[in-house]
């Protein structure tokens, strides 16, 4: 004999008996599984708008720190084209003191001979 066979016989068969799912859990009626469903639907649609906005806020994050990257990108390249000039200049007056230099030292050669 079954334990559901034994309970039927002992306690009789009640009205909450399913056949083949025995005395466990019964399923939802109609109205709560719509309840739930709702319920679900609700939760789902709540979720969806918050993870939206969530997503515009990174991605408003994501544009503001493309912006402020692209202001340091021309910066950067600014300032690399200052040290290109300040380096061409750097070079010019070492190469005109070298000249210099080397005139004054021709000068002082003459000098020292006459």
Do not use: W
């Not at 025995?22 to 319920?39: D, F, S």
């Amino acid at each position: 004999m079954t334990i559901d066979e034994i309970v039927d016989a002992v306690l009789g068969k009640k009205l909450g008996y399913i056949k083949g799912l025995g005395y466990g859990p019964k399923p939802n009626t109609t109205r709560a599984t719509q309840r739930r469903t709702i319920e679900l639907e609700d939760s789902l649609k709540k979720a969806k708008q918050e993870a939206g906005r969530a997503q515009n806020k990174l991605q408003n994050r994501l544009n503001a720190a493309k912006t402020v990257v692209e202001s340091q990108q021309s910066q950067i390249q600014d300032q690399q084209s200052q040290i290109k000039a300040l380096n061409f200049q750097l070079n010019t007056i070492a190469a005109r003191q070298e000249e210099m230099l080397k005139k004054c030292n021709f000068l002082l050669a003459h000098r020292c001979q006459s």
